[in-house]
């Protein structure tokens, strides 16, 4: 299968948004559109997508420098979604290298991504990678009036 990983356009939300519904996140294109017009602004922050011809997304990665006072600069992969049909193919890895190359650009020497304790698929794609688990936690949410 012929990829091509690029940098996402405007173009490609309605087809990202498609994609996030893999993950269970309900996004309709145009929403996806304005979310994706404010990260393409940033040199923070990277999304790619990896393009599969005729205008299918085989999938897509969101990035982003990490600057906190409790560490050095990280990257940090946000979202990494690949369609089902294209799993197992070698997508997901053209993605993180992908990112991984944006960030040692930037002078960036480590990158974390957090998983859902849910996607076990997940928890054996990214050790095959080299990333190794640092630590288990629990994430607490607040809505906001």
């Known amino acids: 299968m012929r990829l091509r990983v690029r940098e996402a356009t405007l173009d490609d939300a309605p087809r990202?948004?498609?994609l996030a519904e893999v993950l269970g996140y309900g996004v309709d294109g145009s929403e996806m559109g304005t979310r994706?017009?404010?990260l393409l602004a940033r040199a923070d922050h990277i999304v790619l997508v990896a393009d599969a011809g005729s205008g299918?997304?085989?999938?897509?990665?969101?990035?982003a420098l990490q600057r906190l006072l409790t560490s050095p600069v990280t990257c940090e992969i946000q979202a990494l979604v690949v369609s089902?049909?294209?799993?197992?193919?070698?997508?997901?890895?053209?993605?993180?290298?992908?990112?991984?190359?944006?960030?040692?650009?930037?002078g960036v020497?480590?990158?974390?991504?957090?998983?859902?304790i849910v996607r076990a698929e997940?928890?054996?794609f990214y050790p095959s990678l080299g990333y190794a688990r640092v630590k288990t936690q629990h994430v607490y949410r607040k809505r906001l009036p």
């Open 16 to 18: 990202m948004a498609g």
């Open 56 to 63: 299918e997304l085989a999938g897509w990665l969101h990035g």
């Open 36 to 38: 994706l017009s404010r």
């Open 84 to 106: 089902t049909t294209h799993r197992r193919r070698g997508v997901g890895r053209q993605l993180v290298a992908a990112v991984e190359a944006w960030a040692l650009e930037r």
């Open 109 to 116: 020497t480590s990158l974390s991504v957090r998983s859902n």
């Open 122 to 124: 997940a928890h054996a």
